[in-house]
């Protein structure tokens, strides 16, 4: 399984945009354990606004899109609601029926178009890692609790 970690990053430097990314890999293979077959695709790690290692936005663009194509699971932190890049992923993300989980976290007003693409919108990260880990890897959907 690979979840794609989705979320603005313009206006962050390099240590912010990692930060919550992984914090929630850290926790996740916490819940999971380490010897697990779900991988991570943390984009600050290949493109970043900060480090300009591309020589163009397309390129930065249709490789994340591409990882996002072949994500299983999308997580999606609503941290900047209006980040432009954060809504194309959540679309192509829906367009590819590949099943997103927001978090809203600050209660920020999103877009009624980005509620509805995503599953599920949880509150916190913690309840994001409860919901992946039961919904998605132990299978376990109907003991689920909030």
Same mark, same amino acid.
């Given at each position: 399984? $690979?979840?794609? %970690?989705?979320? =603005?990053?313009?206006? *962050?430097?390099?240590?912010? !945009? *990692?930060?919550? /990314?992984? +914090?929630? $890999? ?23 606004? #900060? !480090? ?16 996002? /194509? ?13 980040? $432009?890049? &954060? ?6 993300? /829906?367009?590819?029926?590949?099943? $997103? ?5 600050? #209660? +920020?007003?999103?877009?009624?178009? *980005?509620?509805?693409?995503?599953? /599920?919108?949880? =509150? &916190?990260?913690?309840?994001?890692? +409860?919901?992946? &880990?039961?919904?998605?890897? %132990?299978?376990? =959907? &109907?003991?689920?609790?909030?």
């Amino acid at each position: 399984m $690979i979840v794609y %970690l989705s979320g =603005g990053m313009s206006g *962050l430097n390099y240590k912010e !945009q *990692l930060a919550w /990314r992984n +914090k929630f $890999i850290k926790n996740m293979l916490f819940r999971i354990g380490v010897n697990t077959d779900v991988k991570f695709f943390n984009p600050p790690l290949y493109y970043s606004p #900060n !480090q300009p290692y591309h020589n163009n936005e397309r390129e930065v663009m249709e490789y994340e899109l591409d990882r996002l /194509r072949k994500s299983d699971v999308v997580i999606v932190n609503f941290n900047m609601p209006k980040s $432009i890049g &954060t809504a194309m992923e959540v679309a192509v993300a /829906r367009e590819n029926r590949i099943p $997103i989980i927001g978090v809203n976290e600050l #209660n +920020k007003s999103l877009h009624p178009w *980005l509620v509805e693409s995503c599953l /599920r919108i949880c =509150g &916190t990260m913690d309840e994001a890692e +409860k919901y992946l &880990t039961d919904y998605f890897l %132990l299978g376990r =959907g &109907t003991k689920y609790k909030v």
